[in-house]
């Protein structure tokens, strides 16, 4: 969530940037200001009363002592008990309408980002040209299935629509995309964090996509326990509540992670014609990168996060781009997000492999994550960063189109062919 005071600070300010990401919270922000005047008032009544009653009962010795009447005084101590437990009452339902718009306001995006939507993003850099052709080329499923690599059919005969089986050498190529990945940010010193892919509700909430975005992942009814469960859409959603309502020393940060996880989505909607395949469903495999960092330490995290997301494509020998989202198309918890994108040549255009993301402190004051400043001795909130490294649902099927030769055979990509045995090509058995 964001910080009440900027909202206090300048309300107006707060309202112009919602509007720049597209987002209406001009009567969510009146609201809260004004609940947060109430419960400030009523803490202070309270406050003032339980004074009252202290006071009052240090007397009652005292008057009792000395032989007066201290029936009066008995009376207020039971108005006050009575009207404190009111204010109490009307405090808890002040402070849980507070709680849940806190909750349902989005990020702020950056001040540098366009305003609007996703029409509005900006490319910021090209790699390497895009791939041509001297032979009318396959699409990514044809060729899956004249190779054996994926069953379509079978996926769908097990799990429903939007999902598919890898069965040999597309499992084995599947697998080398996912230690390549691993391997690499070893190699940059991340640590390794193998995560439950089932997650409570809180860490959803943690990480900003509850309570708006509750309906948009596979719940889990258990009858043993009546805590909400879900399947985890993204590792993020984990990585974020690693430390929550924990504070820790400043020394130890930046905390740098990845893991592998099969992430779930429900993907609502109806696909495109040029989204066959493996481009869109509902479980895929992503290896994420996340980061808890200082605030001053924020930017640069982030920019180490985008390299390192370009580097992994780079070492697969893709053209891509660099895009700088508009504030519109970032997602409701971040502040600024960078997409790489690569060409799928079936789907005409560039398609997003990489999403990296700086909540800024966001995430942070929603799980109560906070850091102790050696030179203050006070805690603050850390900065939480994340970013796709890298999901393979779209890189697989770039892979596999981009790679292909005119005897539809694939070319095993370098950086890959030390986890196949050295296979260089995949051929038609």
């Not at 070492?315 to 971040?334: E, I, N, P, Q």
Request: one cysteine or more.
């Amino acid at each position: 969530m964001i910080d009440i005071k900027r909202i206090k600070d300048n309300p107006e300010a707060v309202k112009a940037r919602y509007r720049a990401k597209e987002v209406d919270c001009d009567e969510a922000v009146d609201r809260i200001l004004e609940l947060d005047a109430a419960r400030r008032a009523a803490i202070a009544e309270t406050e003032a009363m339980k004074a009252e009653q202290n006071k009052v009962s240090k007397q009652i010795p005292q008057l009792k002592k000395a032989g007066e009447d201290v029936a009066p005084i008995f009376a207020r101590m039971g108005e006050l008990k009575t009207a404190i437990a009111a204010n109490d009452e009307k405090l808890g339902i002040i402070e849980a309408e507070y709680r849940t718009l806190m909750l349902s306001l989005p990020n702020l995006p950056d001040a540098d980002l366009t305003p609007g939507g996703k029409e509005n993003n900006e490319p910021l850099r090209y790699y390497g040209e895009p791939h041509k052709f001297d032979f009318e080329p396959k699409h990514h499923v044809d060729l899956c299935t004249d190779l054996g690599l994926i069953d379509y059919e079978r996926g769908v005969k097990l799990a429903g629509s939007g999902f598919w089986l890898y069965k040999g050498m597309g499992a084995r190529l599947e697998w080398a995309l996912l230690n390549y990945f691993m391997d690499c940010h070893l190699a940059d010193g991340y640590e390794m964090v193998m995560l439950p892919h089932m997650l409570e509700y809180k860490c959803g909430e943690t990480a900003g996509q509850f309570p708006k975005f509750a309906d948009e992942v596979y719940k889990i009814e258990n009858p043993t326990d009546d805590r909400m469960h879900f399947m985890l859409p993204t590792a993020e959603t984990a990585l974020a509540s690693l430390y929550r309502d924990e504070i820790l020393p400043e020394s130890m940060l930046p905390r740098k992670f990845f893991a592998y996880t099969p992430c779930f989505r429900r993907e609502a909607g109806s696909h495109r014609a040029d989204e066959r395949g493996m481009v869109r469903g509902h479980q895929f495999n992503k290896i994420e990168m996340f980061q808890y960092t200082l605030p001053e330490k924020s930017d640069e995290a982030f920019e180490e996060l985008v390299t390192k997301a370009e580097n992994l494509v780079k070492g697969l020998g893709f053209h891509f781009r660099t895009v700088k989202l508009a504030a519109g198309d970032c997602s409701a918890s971040m502040a600024r997000t960078y997409d790489i994108e690569i060409q799928i040549p079936s789907m005409n255009g560039y398609k997003e492999v990489s999403s990296v993301s700086n909540a800024r402190d966001y995430q942070a004051r929603r799980g109560n994550i906070r850091f102790r400043r050696e030179a203050t001795g006070k805690p603050e909130f850390v900065h939480t960063l994340n970013g796709s490294g890298l999901a393979t649902s779209r890189i697989f099927p770039a892979m596999v189109e981009q790679n292909q030769r005119a005897d539809g055979s694939i070319v095993v990509p370098e950086v890959l062919r030390k986890y196949l045995g050295g296979i260089e090509v995949i051929e038609k058995k």
